[in-house]
């Protein structure tokens, strides 16, 4: 996608052969930023280094922060000194911080909306209770350019979950330690357990702890294939995870309402993250096209162009759809991570598709609005797993066990179904577990036979 027409890049539903083109382009989209299969030289790296992480600890972790990051650290250097937290924090530019803060309120208004955790309850003998994890570990991804959005939009949930230790891991990018601007979101929060480590090496230092860093009941955050092949082998075993999050995806819905240029954009935003998947799908071919001709005046005018443009020709694609019912069953077929409905009906389009990781709707309600400082997470799944899982949210910090209180009265009311089914099942001391108590007698004690 940049400088073809429409033809040369359209998939129409009406063609014969749209099955398959569909089916291959939902298969690229789940594959495109994974891991070879597990038989693979790179999956069996991946299972290598966190066993010696397991097994050595912080030297294995010095070990292959040499190999992957080239930055040489000694065990004790591996976390971020609170001055070196504060000197960034004085240092950041006054108005970023600012802006910084403003996304704060924010997230955390929004994450404390939603939040359940004040909603423990026990009624008529059984009830549920709500506690949060007692520590998470929390990923950063480490590329050229600082994320400090990432920070705000997985710590600040942990936060008002009511995590009490929250360890950050980011790799070594910057002159071997971590952009100034990360640190200083982290100090702004009250993070001061930092470390400058990434890749495989940390998510076994969070999962399995080493001598240096305590290991964590769950990991959250981006990263790329090699961070979440990390994650995949970890979970359920040592730690849960949130997901396992590909690169970023776009599915943006359009009409004759939506201008070109806006669309453009929308396009591009998810493809210089580089890789990013960009889908574009609408049911005029004339809106496309125009859609498609801006995308290629563009690409020229942002930074990251080059890198978009690669994208948008590996991993984008136009949809021409018969209508907005077939543009809307495809989307959900899709299953997107993002999913962008610039329609004038935006709303009700939006109530025919169950299954997307964040929707933005109307022409003025960008991604980027929820990439920054709208309040919901930008950590959202991906790869189609929208189908089955959420959005990052302060709830995902939580557990919940179910409380169970019963009088003798109430024990009385289920006594005759629990006898029923214990039996049923062969499970006599089931059974006689209810029964005793059932023989009590009036002064309360158990009548010996």
């Given amino acids: 996608m940049g400088n073809e027409s429409l033809q040369d890049i359209l998939l129409s539903s009406r063609d014969a052969g749209f099955e398959a083109g569909f089916a291959k382009l939902r298969s690229d989209m789940l594959q495109f930023a994974r891991l070879a299969g597990a038989d693979s030289e790179e999956s069996r790296t991946v299972a290598r280094v966190l066993s010696e992480v397991a097994e050595q600890g912080d030297e294995a972790v010095a070990k292959y922060t040499k190999q992957f990051d080239r930055v040489e650290l000694r065990p004790n250097e591996f976390r971020v000194a609170a001055e070196e937290l504060a000197k960034a924090h004085t240092s950041i530019d006054r108005e970023l911080l600012a802006t910084l803060r403003k996304a704060i309120a924010n997230v955390k208004a929004y994450q404390q909306r939603i939040f359940i955790g004040d909603r423990s309850e026990l009624t008529q003998g ?29 710590v600040v949930p942990a936060q008002v979950a009511g995590v009490r230790e929250i360890a950050v891991v980011s790799p070594p990018r910057f002159q071997g330690s971590i952009h100034p601007v990360i640190l200083a979101v982290c100090h702004e929060l009250g993070i001061d357990e930092v470390y400058r480590l990434g890749g495989v090496q940390a998510v ?12 964590v009941d769950k990991i959250v955050g981006p990263g790329n294939k090699w961070v979440q092949a990390a994650k995949r082998n970890v979970a359920g075993d040592y730690v849960a995870i949130d997901s396992i999050a590909g690169p970023s995806e776009v599915v943006v819905i359009v009409d004759r309402s ?61 949809i021409l759809a018969r209508d907005a019912d077939e543009a809307c069953r495809l989307t959900d077929e899709i299953a997107p991570e993002h999913l962008h409905i610039a329609t004038e009906n935006a709303e009700s389009l939006a109530e025919k598709i169950r299954h997307a990781g964040a929707m933005f709707l109307g022409n003025y309600t960008p991604v980027a609005l929820g990439d920054y400082a709208a309040g919901p997470s930008h950590v959202l799944p991906t790869s189609g797993t929208a189908r089955f899982a959420s959005g990052l949210s302060a709830n995902d910090f939580l557990r919940a066990h179910s409380v169970l209180c019963f009088s003798r009265e109430g024990l009385e009311q289920l006594a005759p179904d629990v006898r029923s089914l214990a039996t049923q099942e062969g499970l006599t001391a089931h059974r006689e577990s209810v029964e005793v108590r059932m023989r009590q007698d009036e002064r309360g004690t158990a009548e010996v036979e």
């Fill in 204 to 215: 076994g230092a969070l999962a399995y702890g080493t001598q240096t860093i305590r290991k």
């Fill in 258 to 318: 939506t201008r070109a240029e806006f669309t453009a954009y929308d396009l591009i935003a998810q493809a210089e993250h580089a890789p990013g998947a960009s889908i574009l799908i609408g049911w005029d071919e004339a809106v496309l096209d125009a859609a498609v001709a801006e995308l290629g005046k563009q690409l020229d005018r942002v930074e990251r162009g080059t890198l978009a443009r690669q994208s948008l020709e590996e991993f984008g694609a136009v």
């Fill in 126 to 154: 059984a009830g549920i209770r709500y506690t949060p994890i007692r520590r998470a570990g929390v990923c950063v991804p480490g590329a050229a350019a600082p994320l400090p959005s990432t920070v705000i939009m997985t």
